[in-house]
């Protein structure tokens, strides 16, 4: 199936975990692929294995947080291929402490990379969409935007931020046929989570195995999430299937919501 022959998908966060999953599966769909991230090097390798399904794939350093690297990115992606037709809003970090010990440093720099990084991107690629009168916002939130746990408040605050960013932008983008979602995972096993593992394990004398084992079972599916799960929901978000699907916060938590 190549539903995204002869379009463009940008990604932020490409170089790993769930933003890797969406380059490669837009470019196993026939879909040119911009790959943004910090780490160029795990970047190059994801625009590579993009490349190895016969499209064009570049890796470019992109901070989501410096409004000019976004803006260079989306300049870049016009230039060669004239069109934007999918944004998967990927890059996200995560620092977590109990309240009291949050400064304001760290909540600023979650806020920074997980809110404003959307909405910089979010904002950059809107005009584009609007003038093609067509298009896909998909920007990954999480299922710390609809529920919390303790220790964790700057990075929930950021995912319930993105929530309700991807309303607005689905408001202002509906009366010209182009769509803004929000996908929101549960427990996924990327490389985020190992290192949620071991900042949290540590924190509570159990090892980073033991609470992974224990974060299974927060689903009644038992388990962790992998990338390509999450990027299949994202694809069905862009592609024709859903065109009369905007502004939802969809979760893909294996039934956490249940539990």
């Known amino acids: ?38 780490n160029d090097s795990n970047n190059e390798a994801a625009a590579q294995e993009c490349r190895q399904y016969g499209v064009e794939a570049l890796a470019m350093h992109c901070d989501v947080t410096r409004e000019e690297d976004i ?12 069109r934007i037709d999918v944004l998967v809003a990927a890059a996200g970090i995560y620092r977590g402490a109990p309240l009291p010990e949050v400064s304001l440093k760290q909540w600023q720099l979650v806020i920074d990379v997980n809110l404003t990084g959307v909405f910089l ?40 931020g993105v929530i309700g960013l991807t309303r607005s932008v689905a408001m202002e983008l509906a009366p010209y046929g182009a769509t803004a ?29 033991e ?18 799960e999450i990027a299949g929901v994202v694809a069905f978000l862009a592609s024709e299937d859903s065109r009369y699907l905007t502004g939802q916060a969809i979760e893909v938590d294996g039934g956490m919501v249940m539990s």
């Open 1 to 38: 199936m190549k539903r995204f022959v002869g379009q463009v998908a940008v990604v932020t966060g490409a170089g790993s975990g769930i933003g890797k999953a969406c380059a490669l599966r837009f470019a196993q769909e026939g879909a040119n692929v911009l790959c943004l991230d910090v």
């Open 71 to 82: 803006e260079r990115a989306v300049q870049t992606a016009m230039e060669r291929w004239g």
């Open 121 to 160: 991107s979010n904002r950059a690629v809107a005009p584009i969409m609007m003038k093609q009168r067509s298009g896909s916002i998909i920007n990954i939130s999480s299922m710390a935007g609809k529920t919390s746990w303790p220790a964790s408040a700057e990075y929930s605050a950021s995912k319930s």
């Open 181 to 209: 979602n929000a996908v929101c995972p549960g427990n996924t096993r990327t490389e985020m989570v190992e290192y949620v593992a071991a900042t949290i394990a540590a924190r509570e004398g159990i090892s980073p195995e």
């Open 211 to 228: 609470w992974l084992s224990l974060r299974a079972k927060d689903c009644p599916m038992g388990r962790f999430a992998e990338p390509w």
